[in-house]
């Protein structure tokens, strides 16, 4: 079988039952299991693991380290309207662990032509990344976990089961979104999220210590969280007093440079 397939390299574990394209590229190390399809114009980077069942569609490019459990589809064309055939693209970091039935979708045209997923992060079972969504490093995607498409969501942010995401909304780094929760605004770094439809419900502060934060920088973030949810303060005001606090916080600058660039479409308050 590997004869036939010149782009897979020979140190290459694939099952009997599994169907290659030959036009797929297979780095070293990989491993696919029965029944799995791996379709034309696709790239697995070295150490892979692909368990049974799972359909891979291009262009796609996937790289080292990433382990897709059974069932998942990956680089499927978008659920979109608008898409008709073109070549866009899912592109796939390293480390990733994409688990059972995720569907993980293409880009269309309209939206840049691709969804991008970083590295480093867990995606639960039945988790939907639509067309054009990007993913950072780091976050966590909960079961049945939902994006739409055009969705952001920036590094170490963690969004529990069942959590939907509006199409165009970003998450912030280490922002946290409770179960059920229903996202139709921009939610700023460093928040703790729940609710239909979600509300704020003070930093999520046991992310923060997790991932290092310490006790004067949490402090300082929770200062810059009051001017936003607790003063009553206008959104301009609120924002001139945090941009005030980021010169003794460098982490505070991480809220601003949010604010500035999601502020049009708006923020949850």
Same mark, same amino acid.
């Given at each position: 079988?590997?004869?036939?397939?010149?782009?897979?390299?020979?140190?290459?574990?694939?099952?009997?039952?599994?169907?290659?394209?030959?036009?797929? =590229?297979? !780095?070293?190390?990989?491993?696919?299991?029965?029944?799995?399809?791996?379709?034309?114009?696709?790239?697995?980077?070295?150490?892979?693991?692909?368990?049974?069942?799972?359909?891979?569609?291009?262009?796609?490019?996937?790289?080292?380290?990433?382990?897709?459990?059974?069932?998942?589809?990956?680089?499927?064309?978008?659920?979109?309207?608008?898409?008709?055939?073109?070549?866009?693209?899912?592109?796939?970091?390293?480390?990733?662990?994409?688990?059972?039935?995720?569907?993980?979708?293409?880009?269309?045209?309209?939206?840049?032509?691709?969804?991008?997923?970083?590295?480093?992060?867990?995606?639960?079972?039945?988790?939907?990344?639509?067309?054009?969504?990007?993913?950072?490093?780091?976050?966590?995607?909960?079961?049945?976990?939902?994006?739409?498409?055009?969705?952001?969501?920036?590094?170490?942010?963690?969004?529990?089961?069942?959590?939907?995401?509006?199409?165009?909304?970003?998450?912030?780094?280490?922002?946290?979104?409770?179960?059920?929760?229903?996202?139709?605004?921009?939610?700023?770094?460093?928040?703790?999220?729940?609710?239909?439809?979600?509300?704020?419900? !003070?930093?999520?502060?046991?992310?923060?210590?997790?991932?290092?934060?310490? =006790?004067?920088?949490? =402090?300082?973030?929770?200062?810059?969280?009051?001017?936003?949810?607790?003063?009553?303060?206008?959104?301009?005001?609120?924002?001139?007093?945090?941009?005030?606090?980021?010169?003794?916080?460098?982490?505070?600058?991480?809220?601003?440079?949010?604010? =500035?660039?999601?502020?049009?479409?708006?923020?949850?308050?």
């Amino acid at each position: 079988m590997l004869k036939e397939m010149p782009n897979v390299n020979k140190t290459t574990n694939i099952h009997p039952t599994a169907i290659i394209n030959s036009d797929a =590229k297979l !780095g070293s190390g990989v491993t696919i299991g029965p029944y799995s399809v791996i379709g034309k114009d696709v790239e697995i980077g070295d150490d892979c693991r692909i368990a049974s069942h799972v359909v891979i569609e291009g262009p796609c490019r996937i790289g080292k380290n990433n382990e897709i459990f059974q069932f998942a589809s990956v680089g499927a064309v978008p659920q979109d309207k608008k898409y008709n055939g073109e070549s866009t693209w899912l592109k796939i970091g390293d480390n990733n662990v994409i688990r059972e039935c995720a569907t993980l979708n293409r880009g269309t045209v309209q939206g840049g032509g691709s969804t991008t997923i970083g590295s480093g992060n867990l995606v639960m079972a039945y988790v939907h990344i639509a067309h054009d969504c990007h993913v950072g490093d780091r976050t966590i995607l909960a079961n049945n976990t939902a994006l739409a498409g055009h969705v952001t969501i920036h590094d170490d942010a963690i969004l529990g089961g069942y959590s939907l995401v509006h199409q165009f909304c970003t998450v912030g780094s280490y922002a946290f979104t409770a179960m059920n929760s229903v996202i139709s605004k921009n939610i700023p770094p460093y928040l703790m999220v729940s609710g239909h439809m979600a509300r704020p419900h !003070g930093l999520n502060l046991e992310g923060l210590r997790r991932n290092g934060f310490d =006790k004067q920088t949490i =402090k300082y973030l929770k200062e810059a969280y009051k001017y936003l949810y607790r003063s009553g303060l206008t959104l301009d005001d609120a924002i001139t007093e945090i941009i005030a606090l980021s010169t003794k916080c460098p982490e505070v600058e991480l809220m601003v440079d949010f604010l =500035k660039q999601y502020i049009e479409r708006g923020i949850i308050r």
